[in-house]
């Protein structure tokens, strides 16, 4: 279903951001017209067929919210819980993301909705590749070049750019970024959400010396935290506390990462949960979010500081490696208490930014070393986080709505063009 002019969908979380920017003179109400609706919605729903024989209809979206930059850029999600509007608000925010860091894309985002634990690897094969099918016209390396989010992966993304190579009757690598290397991919994608983040962090803490000195803790262990944890144990911060969906793990003195990267990750094909680990303090996940810490990174799924919890947290700076953790509501509270916020837009943009050079390096037929990538990415991610410290500085806003002016100020003066 693709609907069209009309306000038949609202995302309200988007129109409460856009509102507040209004609000504080970041975006004129004549310009408000610009990113107050999504361009594209697209609802399909295909059949799939079970290892049983039975018949399941999947549900599954893409909104493309703005390609005044460029071609629409957003990863596919499956969730159980995933709908039209957290699509939508997750295509808004990369349509910010990818302007802020200056890169020639617009924002787009896809879901389907089902749980990943109750398919066969056979079965989600059929799901990815039905997904293609259903959207082939919306999508493409010009048009709308999708990559893998949460619960997706590189395999993933293989299945799909075959499928979308099938119908198209030519090599398409550029269709899709997080492929494996050997379809296309980028050296430095897999852990480029991290790394960009962890880039943004060294700058701020630049000033410390010994970096043992500075506490953290990390919500979700999964692709994102977990590589993050690894960087700052290996340059020498102290992780106390990391949690996944079965709760955390808590040491004042610090927890051996390594350690508990292979034992989570170590086993081929299986991945442990933290709660079955038996060398460490058990926490639950809320307390972890209200540790005495200094730096806290939420890493899993949107929404989880609220105005419930806002008030508890104790982390003097929180950096969103997460889309959307942080709630408007609970944000005012943590600005009141002088809580430093480093907003996702800005600190989880390392994987479009790689997910860019990808595709560069598909049309231009290169392959870069992961040298290379990383050095790009640093240049790129730090070079917004400074861009953004200084309008922060200029004109005393928070670094959301610095990072949010930046933005749009960049759409703005494009279709002006």
Same mark, same amino acid.
């Given at each position: 279903?693709?609907?069209?002019e ?9 129109k ?7 609000? @504080? ?8 017209i610009?990113?107050k609706?999504p361009e ?9 067929? &079970? ?5 399941? =209809? ?15 850029? %957003? ?19 990369m349509?910010? #993301? ?8 617009? %924002? ?6 089902i ?6 690897? +056979?079965?989600?094969?059929q ?5 293609v099918r259903?959207l ?6 010009h +048009? ?14 293989a299945?799909?750019l ?7 009757g ?15 991919g980028s050296?430095?994608?897999d ?11 060294? +700058? ?22 977990s ?6 144990? #290996?340059?020498?911060? +102290? ?6 969906s $079965?709760?955390g ?14 034992y ?5 094909n299986k991945? &442990?949960k933290l ?7 058990k926490?639950?996940n @809320?307390?972890l ?7 806290l ?11 419930k919890?806002?008030?508890?947290i ?7 490696l997460?889309?959307?953790?942080i ?6 509270t ?9 907003p996702g =837009?800005?600190?989880? $943009?390392?994987g ?18 992961? @040298? ?5 990415? &640093?240049?790129? =991610?730090v070079?917004?986080? @400074?861009?953004?410290?200084?309008m922060?500085? &200029?004109?005393?806003?928070?670094y959301?709505?610095a $990072?949010?002016?930046?933005a =749009?100020?960049?759409?703005v003066?494009k279709?002006?063009?």
């Amino acid at each position: 279903m693709i609907y069209g002019e009309g306000e038949l969908i609202v995302c309200q979380n988007c129109k409460t951001e856009l509102e507040n920017i209004r609000q @504080e003179k970041l975006l004129s109400k004549d310009r408000l017209i610009l990113l107050k609706q999504p361009e594209r919605i697209v609802q399909v729903n295909y059949p799939i067929t &079970k290892n049983d024989n039975s018949v399941k =209809i999947i549900t599954a979206w893409r909104v493309q919210y703005n390609t005044i930059l460029g071609p629409g850029k %957003g990863g596919i999600r499956f969730h159980p819980a995933v709908d039209l509007d957290e699509v939508t608000e997750l295509a808004f925010g990369m349509t910010l #993301k990818t302007s802020l860091v200056d890169l020639p894309y617009g %924002g787009a985002k896809g879901g389907v909705r089902i749980n990943p634990e109750n398919y066969s690897d +056979k079965e989600l094969e059929q799901i990815a590749r039905g997904y293609v099918r259903a959207l082939f016209e919306v999508l493409g390396p010009h +048009k709308d070049i999708p990559a893998p989010d949460v619960n997706t992966n590189p395999q993933i993304m293989a299945w799909m750019l075959d499928e979308y190579e099938k119908i198209a009757g030519k090599p398409s690598p550029a269709f899709i970024t997080g492929k494996p290397i050997e379809k296309g991919g980028s050296e430095g994608r897999d852990r480029s959400t991290a790394r960009g983040g962890f880039y943004i962090l060294e +700058k701020e803490y630049e000033s410390v010396i010994d970096k043992s000195e500075i506490t953290v803790a990390i919500q979700g262990f999964g692709n994102a935290g977990s590589v993050m944890a690894d960087l700052l144990f #290996k340059a020498g911060y +102290k992780v106390v506390a990391v949690s996944d969906s $079965s709760g955390g793990l808590y040491n004042k003195d610090g927890l051996d990462i390594p350690k508990l990267i292979d034992y989570i990750y170590g086993e081929e094909n299986k991945i &442990k949960k933290l709660i079955t680990y038996q060398e460490e303090q058990k926490i639950s996940n @809320e307390e972890l979010l209200t540790a005495e810490v200094d730096l806290l990174i939420p890493a899993a799924l949107g929404g989880v500081i609220t105005a419930k919890n806002a008030e508890k947290i104790k982390a003097k700076m929180i950096l969103e490696l997460a889309n959307g953790p942080i709630l408007p509501i609970a944000e005012r509270t943590l600005v009141n208490n002088e809580i430093k916020i480093i907003p996702g =837009i800005l600190a989880n $943009s390392g994987g479009v930014i790689v997910s860019y050079f990808e595709w560069r390096q598909n049309l231009d037929n290169e392959h870069w070393s992961l @040298e290379e990538v990383n050095d790009k990415l &640093k240049e790129k =991610i730090v070079g917004a986080y @400074e861009e953004v410290k200084t309008m922060a500085r &200029k004109e005393n806003l928070t670094y959301r709505r610095a $990072s949010y002016k930046l933005a =749009i100020d960049r759409i703005v003066k494009k279709s002006n063009n």
